[in-house]
């Protein structure tokens, strides 16, 4: 069955501080990988998404991701943290308009 | 545009209560989706539609109803609450079924059953 792993459950960072975040996929097929970020009493918003063609992608914010095929890997990167990142992210797997989420990762970021 | 609207967004109901989540959008999309957010679970798909008139289920249906008579209205209906549905719930939308689609996400209802 496909699913999606997000290693860290949370994650606690100074301002200015880089970040990565892990997120695994299971799944033989085309992927389309999204990354979303809730903040906190707020709605899911979209980050950025991986259809194809580049495997670097660049999102909203300063987040970028790295699609790698040979790990199954689509981690989130920012160089520099800011307080109003702190939130929680969500990675997915989108099969035919269902989504897959990873269980989520919470950042903090101390000021 | 609104986006998409979710109400009410905070209920506490008693156990065997029944009730409607409701949710509206008015972009025009033709699929929309129900999702259930439990810490730790990340958010797991309840039930779908992806079109008026057309519904199918998700990841975790037992205990819910859905319908689509118009394309811009998809109610969840839980028939006899348990305290297991305490959840947050979030409605999505996308133009149309499709892996590459981006889904836009509802502001969310928060229902505690006790």
């Known amino acids: 069955a496909q699913s999606v792993s997000q290693h860290n459950h949370h994650v606690i960072l100074s301002e200015a501080a880089s970040l990565e975040l892990g997120c695994n996929y299971s799944?033989?097929?085309?992927?389309?990988l999204f990354w979303y970020v809730q903040y906190p009493g707020q709605h899911l918003q979209l980050l950025l998404k991986?259809?194809?063609?580049?495997?670097l992608v660049k999102g909203i914010k300063g987040f970028e991701a790295e699609f790698i095929k040979s790990k199954f890997s689509f981690n989130l990167r920012k160089p520099s943290v800011q307080w109003s990142d702190t939130a929680e992210y969500f990675c997915?797997?989108?099969?035919?308009?269902?989504?897959?989420f990873g269980q989520g990762t919470e950042l903090s970021v101390k000021p | 545009n609104a986006g998409v609207t979710q109400t009410p967004k905070f209920q506490v109901l008693k156990t065997g209560q029944s009730m409607t989540l409701q949710c509206a959008q008015d972009?025009?999309?033709?699929?929309m989706s129900w999702y259930r957010q439990d810490p730790g679970m990340g958010l797991r798909l309840i039930h779908y539609?992806?079109?008026?008139?057309?519904?199918d289920q998700g990841e975790v249906p037992n205990g819910y109803n859905v319908s689509r008579s118009t394309t811009e209205d998809f109610p969840l209906r839980l028939l006899s609450a348990a305290p297991s549905q305490t959840s947050v719930y979030f409605c999505?939308?996308?133009?149309?079924?499709?892996?590459?689609?981006?889904?836009?996400f509802g502001p969310g209802t928060r229902l505690l059953v006790l």
């Open positions: 972009m025009n999309h033709e699929y």
């Open positions: 539609s992806v079109g008026a008139g057309i519904t």
């Open positions: 997915a797997l989108n099969q035919g308009g269902k989504l897959i």
């Open positions: 991986y259809f194809s063609g580049d495997p």
């Open positions: 999505a939308s996308s133009y149309l079924r499709g892996s590459g689609e981006t889904q836009y």
């Open positions: 799944y033989g097929g085309t992927v389309n």
